[in-house]
């Protein structure tokens, strides 16, 4: 039967790497989490939240899902904000889409993968919302926007849950932020869509 055993070999290496450096770094860990952040991007294997921010284990709380798409009736998305805002108390909630992104290409093309399609009606309505800004633009351009628009809509989403409402009414510290990846050059960059309180979620 296959083992993966490559795998287990590479966590070995990984651990005692770290070990070497800072012994006491898994003990220190293991007794509390307190990120700073909450990541909430697409599950694409390119995307990797840590190492595209140079953040180690224990720095960055985070959500992937296709396309990351933030959905008011998505318990396990809500219930990852609930419990990142109101426990673990994290100053800033990333949403973090990326360029080329199959999810937001599948739904801007029409093709049909089964099941997921649902999920990625989502994305169609963020077409539906913005259908103008698209006209005259090559298929190329249409995905790159249609990739930033979505990081958007899902900023305006994840400030508009009562959750997020709720710590900026009790006076909370906290942010929500829209970045997109470049698969190509490896580097991120903020949309200045940041919002950090009830007004200004309501400008969005
Ligand atoms: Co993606």
């Not at 960055?60 to 609930?82: E, K, M, P």
């Not at 999920?119 to 790159?144: A, C, M, N, T, Y």
């Not at 409402?165 to 190509?184: P, T």
Request: hydrophobic residues 40%; charged residues 25%; proline residues 2%.
């Amino acid at each position: 039967m296959p083992n993966l055993k490559h795998l287990l070999d590479n966590n070995r290496e990984w651990a005692d790497a770290i070990k070497r450096e800072q012994p006491d770094f898994f003990t220190q860990l293991s007794m509390q989490q307190s990120p700073e952040y909450l990541w909430i991007g697409c599950s694409d294997s390119r995307v990797p939240a840590n190492q595209i921010t140079g953040l180690k284990p224990g720095e960055v709380f985070v959500h992937r899902n296709i396309a990351n798409v933030v959905v008011y009736t998505d318990l396990n998305c809500l219930s990852v904000i609930q419990f990142a805002v109101e426990v673990i108390k994290v100053k800033h909630i990333i949403v973090c889409g990326h360029y080329g992104c199959g999810g937001v290409q599948a739904a801007l093309e029409n093709h049909e993968h089964g099941l997921i399609d649902n999920w990625l009606r989502h994305i169609k309505d963020v077409i539906r919302f913005h259908k103008s800004e698209f006209d005259g633009l090559e298929h190329h351009d249409k995905l790159d926007l249609l990739c930033e628009l979505n990081v958007r809509e899902q900023v305006k989403n994840v400030a508009h849950t009562t959750i997020v409402q709720d710590a900026w009414k009790q006076g909370n510290e906290l942010s929500v932020h829209g970045w997109i990846y470049s698969i190509e050059n490896g580097i991120l960059k903020d949309l200045d869509t940041s919002v950090s309180s009830i007004d200004e979620a309501a400008t969005l």
